[in-house]
């Protein structure tokens, strides 16, 4: 079975910055794409960022920057100025190759950015 590991929330002030990190363990197989999604309280789930064409989510346009380190099976995501409409929960989520294509989410992190 596959984990994902997620780290680095927290609570910053507007125009701060945070690093988040995911890292996939257990019987990963092939990872075809690993990403960030986030969601704030009464609204929809959305697509921050994706590995596999390094396409963002307008909003984060600019400020944000998805990164990867193989050997780790880790993905990260670099935040910078942010702002307190960026802040939710932050899910990542990667898709593994084991007999078909299997999505994988991790316990989502808290990032809150006060005014």
């Known amino acids: 079975q596959v984990q994902l590991v997620e780290s680095g929330g927290g609570l910053v002030q507007a125009g701060g910055s945070l690093r988040l990190s995911c890292a996939a363990v257990?019987?990963?197989?092939?990872?075809?794409?690993m990403g960030w999604y986030r969601q704030a309280p009464g609204k929809q789930r959305e697509l921050v960022a994706a590995i596999s064409s390094t396409n963002y989510a307008d909003s984060v346009k600019g400020r944000f920057t998805i990164s990867r380190d193989n050997a780790k099976n880790t993905v990260y995501l670099q935040m910078n100025s942010l702002k307190p409409e960026d802040t939710g929960v932050y899910y990542c989520?990667?898709?593994?190759?084991?007999?078909?294509?299997?999505?994988?989410w991790g316990q989502g992190t808290q990032v809150t950015v006060s005014s």
């Open positions: 989520k990667v898709v593994v190759w084991r007999m078909g294509a299997n999505d994988y």
């Open positions: 257990g019987r990963i197989g092939s990872i075809l794409d």
